[in-house]
């Protein structure tokens, strides 16, 4: 039996999440692979962006595009795990109504199904878990079976965007061997090394 696109991403949301969790106190000013974006930056973004596809499963407007950058921190509050679970689950609610994986929504990227939309935040939760991790000395233990989908809907995906549209940098190498998590984060411009 598989699992559902919703299933998948509360599996990688709670991965994320621990990877979260796992941040020390002296590392929320440390570097990260979004070489625009601190630790804090980059769990706020993931939190920002949770928090923004629920709203519009929810069939509330969007935030402008220009909201996806690195945004004001303060949705972290005084617990950024908190947050993000709380983010988490808002966003596992709304894609839990009835008809809304079937329903177009409107999202930065343009209108998708909601169930694109779920995928949307895997590969959120999953290059940016690696970039948490990558940051912090963790390991990111997200499902292989998951991550192999998220890549494949990566993949397909980035075909479909016009050269320079893309929200990530270009395409790096990565090693024949490399587990799928590493080719997601070459595919979407990290760096990986060996």
């Known amino acids: ?31 990260t692979p979004c070489t625009d974006w601190n630790v ?17 499963l929810r069939g509330e407007a969007p935030p402008p595009p220009s909201a ?14 908190k947050a993000q679970r709380t983010a988490a689950q808002d966003l596992l609610t709304a894609l839990s109504r009835p008809g809304v994986l079937e329903q177009i929504v409107q999202v930065p990227v343009g209108p998708v199904p909601g169930v694109a ?19 912090t000395g963790q390991e990111p ?17 980035l075909a479909d965007i016009p050269p320079g549209r893309t929200p990530f940098g270009p395409p790096q190498p990565a090693p024949a061997d490399a587990p799928p998590i590493v080719e997601l984060a070459a595919l979407l411009g990290r760096p990986v090394g060996r």
């Open 117 to 135: 939309a779920a995928h949307i935040r895997a590969v959120e939760a999953v290059v940016h878990g690696w970039d948490l991790a990558q940051a």
């Open 1 to 31: 039996m598989t699992s559902s696109p919703v299933q998948d991403l509360a599996t990688v949301l709670a991965v994320a999440g621990d990877l979260v969790a796992g941040v020390r106190p002296g590392q929320w000013d440390d570097p």
């Open 68 to 81: 996806l950058g690195p945004q004001d921190t303060g949705v972290l509050g005084d617990d950024p795990v």
């Open 141 to 157: 233990r997200f499902p292989d079976d998951i991550v192999r989908q998220v890549l494949e809907f990566s993949r397909a995906k």
């Open 40 to 56: 804090r930056q980059l769990v706020g973004h993931v939190v920002f962006g949770d928090r923004m596809f629920a709203a519009i």
